[in-house]
């Protein structure tokens, strides 16, 4: 009988410290990391921009990280800021060329398309034919006010 005892305590004892060793094991251990979200993207600003004169987009949305990318096409931006996680700024490629791309933005998580595609502006610069035309126009309102205002005319 008292074997019997002895070996029930001897059987407690071990199960009491291999609780315990887990507990502690399990206290000790990090804890787990928080999940990463897929970013989503509300807004895109403007959608339609000219390179020259516009070269950055704001995108609203949530799930930005610092680590988050943003490509135009299949081309990357070449700055991205997240100032907070639902903010993005961006900056285009310089040479991207006129026409309607994709705009694509990526986490650790996962990738998300926008709904809107960014149109690319040519250039907003006008030719010299305006600026000739403008400059006949002028000259001839000049000479019209002049004759106008001219005693022996009228």
Do not use: C
Not at 44 to 67: A, D, E, K
Not at 94 to 116: C, F, H, K, W
Not at 129 to 136: K, Q, S
Request: no cysteine; aromatic share 6%; glycine share 8%.
């Amino acid at each position: 009988m008292r074997l019997i005892q002895r070996l029930l305590g001897a059987v407690t004892i071990a199960w009491l410290v291999m609780a315990l060793g887990t507990v502690a094991a399990a206290a000790s251990s990090k804890p787990a990391s928080p999940l990463r979200k897929t970013p989503q993207i509300f807004q895109v600003s403007p959608v339609r921009v000219n390179l020259r004169l516009q070269p950055n987009i704001m995108i609203l949305g949530q799930n930005f990280t610092p680590t988050t990318q943003v490509e135009i096409g299949s081309r990357a931006a070449t700055t991205v800021d997240v100032s907070d996680g639902y903010h993005l700024l961006a900056k285009l490629p310089p040479d991207l060329p006129q026409g309607s791309y994709r705009i694509q933005v990526s986490n650790e998580a996962g990738t998300v398309m926008a709904d809107d595609s960014l149109v690319v502006d040519g250039d907003a610069r006008p030719n010299n034919m305006v600026f000739l035309a403008g400059g006949a126009f002028l000259a001839l309102f000049v000479l019209v006010m002049r004759l106008a205002r001219t005693p022996g005319l009228s």
